[in-house]
């Protein structure tokens, strides 16, 4: 890509990036959540692949990783329902954490963790995606 | 509002029209964008921001990976005509004319099913949303969350969440499992 584009990427990449964290952490105080901020992060790192990726075959490593990050956060997302199901009443996803005072950013329970385990694999997903097809274009040449 | 709303909409229906219609499928993507960006203003208006974050985000993301997905293929737009022409003579195209009782058939069931099932509603204006009720009163105070949204999504329906979580992974797959070269040769 051009120098323009690049110096604006370094810029703005962490900027995206932090937004990205900012929505998904807050999600229980503010709009947003897990699929919006998650969305955003992989936002950052599509911005920095678009604008740095000349080699995307080095890439390939980094595939894998954030398909298995996608998984993993998935698992835990199955395991805290579970964790739920054995404490308290009898319900998966039983809130079973103290749920404190709303409007603090430490409060409403498992809210927040179930918030930033979505987010993860939401941007772990879509990033997937995307590498698979910028790879699949490169390997096909 | 509604004058505003009603712009947009017809705004949104010249897109999706325009969409369906492009020979170039990069603009027939440019102008599926104005469908999505129209309807993340339609949130902002009626106060859903929850919605029109998640809209826009979604939105671009998704413009990117087709602009991507029609780099790989082709730009052209391959749909078939209601007749194909063999040396002269034309013949009616099989497959459109699958596709166009199935849809005839399919619409027609639809209709007779939503007419059926309109008669059991409510009169219009009264509703009978029992639990959303619940939800608005003691969602802060059961969940602790001071946004009822979240609340809702990942305490009172956290199945629902799982359920979409799922389908992305099932779409990462699917892609992964499509897009291999090695299995391939």
């Known amino acids: 890509m051009t120098n323009i584009v690049k110096t604006v990427t370094r810029i703005i990449g962490g900027v995206v990036f932090l937004f990205g964290l900012y929505i998904v952490t807050h999600g229980h105080l503010s709009p947003g959540g897990g699929f919006a901020g998650g969305t955003i992060i992989a936002g950052a790192f599509i911005l920095l692949v678009l604008a740095y990726g000349d080699n995307v075959m080095h890439l390939r490593r980094i595939k894998e990783e954030s398909s298995a990050l996608e998984n993993i956060a998935i698992f835990c997302i199955l395991i805290m329902a579970t964790v739920g199901f054995m404490l308290g009443a009898k319900v998966f996803f039983n809130n079973f954490l103290p749920t404190g005072v709303a409007g603090q950013l430490v409060s409403a329970g498992i809210i927040p963790l179930f918030n930033i385990l979505i987010g993860i694999e939401v941007a772990a997903a879509l990033f997937t995606i995307f590498l698979a097809f910028v790879i699949f274009k490169e390997e096909e040449k | ?185």
């Open chain 2, 1 to 185: 509002m509604e004058a505003l709303l009603a712009v947009l909409i017809l705004l949104m229906i010249a897109g999706s029209i325009y969409t369906l219609h492009a020979r170039d499928l990069l603009s027939a993507v440019i102008a599926y964008g104005i469908t999505g960006f129209g309807l993340v203003i339609c949130f902002l208006l009626l106060k859903a921001p929850d919605l029109a974050i998640a809209q826009i985000v979604v939105e671009i993301i998704t413009l990117i990976i087709m602009i991507a997905v029609i780099r790989i293929s082709t730009r052209e737009d391959l749909t078939e005509g209601a007749t194909i022409k063999v040396e002269g003579v034309r013949y009616v195209n099989l497959r459109s004319a699958v596709y166009f009782v199935t849809g005839l058939l399919f619409v027609l069931g639809f209709m007779y099913y939503f007419m059926k099932s309109t008669l059991n509603l409510d009169p219009f204006g009264e509703h009978s949303a029992r639990m959303g009720q619940v939800y608005i009163e003691q969602g802060a105070e059961l969940t602790g969350s001071a946004n009822l949204v979240a609340g809702v999504l990942f305490d009172f329906r956290a199945y629902d969440t799982l359920g979409e979580a799922t389908i992305l992974i099932t779409a990462v797959v699917g892609i992964l499992t499509v897009l291999r070269l090695k299995g391939r040769k």
